[in-house]
């Protein structure tokens, strides 16, 4: 056994430890068995609790000098962030004590942090979303819902229209296409709704009008359920407090979860503090409310079924099949709540044959249809908005126009806080319209951006190419369209490593850090790196004995940096010495500084690590020589 961990159960142990498992962790990887911290924990605990809470005490009081109305100028963020990070060197420090240097499993110590992770959640939920609106989206598709209308149907601007129309004001003549009596019965619902007293305040700050919901189907049923709530309270509070407190709920179902499945490996239960204790988590859930902590809850739930199958015996196969089949079907539903879990599905596949054989076909066949028939409603939009396209093909003086789906602009278009994605596609953006034009900024050199070092002709050349090679891809979007098929391929490779990796052991351990590492690396590799996506990660954090990881959640909340740079280093000027000012300045340097090191460090320990192994087996080679 590895030294620093309990003896797994009997069925595990009869399953697993029989054979020479291909996965094993290094003594200096697992915490030390000669050192008992559990009383020194408890009060390392209590202390980093205390503290912690006042931390979250003072963002919430802040969070209300950072509401919309507030001028940005006025807005406490760099406070805020400050906040966060002193909070964020306490969760480091347990998680190295209690993951990596501790062996404390005791129930007192587990109790103390899931009590104080309660109350960290309780206190950020009275504090505003700072700077994050998603929020108010998610309450309205919670409204529509709850009308029995599909949230994939209509743009909110179509409801901003009605109501311009019934104050007399300009109407948009785009959404004139709506002839169907029941469908304008629809809309002058929905703005009666958004017009109301209780949700006026809301409707206002929904963003990105334009598009139809791009959240998909599995989160509207919990979007309604809040909205019912907010609806019998009555007021703009009652719908923003219910929203954010059912998604904290998710949040510590998540990790109630992460519990069940530590017990079930007997691994110390306190190792969930790298999920209970994260500042990441509690910035991006307990305080802006992002709906990830259903997709989150989900996806971890799905990770314990199919562990718990994992784990039977060989005489217990059958009793097997219904975890496997329900870990699919939960998979699945992830998926209807935020596509990334679909990454997972070769690993589960891949675990599952291996363990099931034959037996596992039907399971493995149930996943894909239960997405197609959860993601039906945004296929039937997409195909009902190309339809419409094409009816309107050739026809003059038509200005009409279907609401774009969402979730196909973010697929398309959407870039942010992205690094490796970020350094690639620049490389492939053409300046101007032809190879001669040049960027004025700089004169004859390749770009102003300095790390982009391909020539102007290199670059058009290759969108040419690329646009003349799809047809369905524009010049302007080919950039991005390649850049995002050179990502997925590397992060093809990750996955046929990871899944290599699952096909030769039998330790569901090394299955759990094969989907932390699948997913941490499709985060990597996005072209949209926002935080809060981080968390898709964060519950199979622990499975992963590389300590570099837990900085991540450490570093991305420098993503609200962007808005201190909207808000206050506006200019044309340079700011610190670079050519960038403004939302420039973040997005060429700041992610530059919040993910290369870290990426070179995490190479750095692998580095390591290999030369370590090598020199252990040159080490047991030359003694085996001798004996």
Known sequence: MPNGYHAPPAAIESQFLSKASSHRMKESDVPSSKTNYSNDN???????????????????????????????????????????????IAY??????????????????????????IVFRIILLFALPIQEVDLYRYIWDGVVTAQGISPFKFSPEEIEDQLAAREGGTTNASFRYRTKVSEQQQVTALATLAGGEDLAEVFEQVHFKQYTTPYPPTNQPVFAVAALIGQAIGNFWGYLYAMKGILILFDIATGLVLIKLLARLSLPQTWSVAWFWCPLVMKEIANSGHLD??????????????????????????AGIPYLSGAFAVLALAVGAKIYPIVLFPL???????RFGVRAFVPVLLFPVLVGVLLWPILCHLESVQSLKQQLT???????????????????????NDFLFMV?????????????????????????IWFVKTTNAFRHHAAEAVAKAVSTIKKAEAPFWLTRRITLGVFGLVLLWACARVSRSN?????????????????????????????????????????????????????????????????????????????????????????????????????????????????????????
Request: some cysteine.
């Open 293 to 318: 902590s259903i997709a989150v809850f989900l996806t971890t739930f799905a990770i314990w079924m199919l562990v718990r199958a994992l784990c039977l015996s060989a005489s217990d196969r059958k």
């Open 424 to 448: 690639l596609v620049e490389n492939l953006k053409p300046y101007g319209q032809k190879p001669e034009d040049a960027d004025p900024a700089v004169g004859d050199l390749p770009s102003r």
């Open 42 to 88: 408890r009060h390392l605990i209590w202390w980093c609790g205390i503290g912690t809470a006042l931390l979250y005490a003072c963002i919430t009081w802040l969070s209300f000098f950072c509401d919309p109305q507030t001028p940005g100028q006025q807005r406490p963020l760099l406070a805020v962030l400050t906040l966060f990070s002193i909070a964020g």
């Open 507 to 627: 330790d569901p351990r090394l299955f759990l850090e094969m989907t932390f590492l699948t997913i941490a690396w499709f985060w990597l590799l996005a072209p949209t790196q926002n935080p809060w996506y981080w968390t898709w990660a964060l519950p199979m954090i622990c499975f992963c004995r590389n300590p570099v990881w837990y900085l991540f959640a450490f570093t991305s909340l420098a993503y609200y940096l962007r808005f201190y740079c909207e808000y206050h280093l506006m200019g044309d000027e340079g700011k610190f010495a670079t050519p960038y000012a403004g939302t420039e300045l973040f997005d060429f340097v700041v992610p530059i500084l919040e993910f290369a090191p870290l990426l070179l460090m995490l190479m750095l320990v692998m580095l390591i690590r290999i030369s370590r192994k090598a020199g252990h087996a040159a080490n047991g080679g030359r003694v085996a020589a001798t004996e």
């Open 394 to 416: 050739g026809v003059e003086n038509r200005i009409v126009s279907a609401p774009p789906p969402g979730i196909e602009a973010f697929a398309r278009h959407w870039e942010m």
């Open 92 to 117: 480091l420090t347990l998680c190295w004590r209690l993951i990596f240097r501790g062996q404390d499993s005791s129930a007192k110590s587990l109790s103390v942090i899931v009590g104080w992770a």
């Open 348 to 354: 589960f596949a891949v675990a599952a044959v291996r």
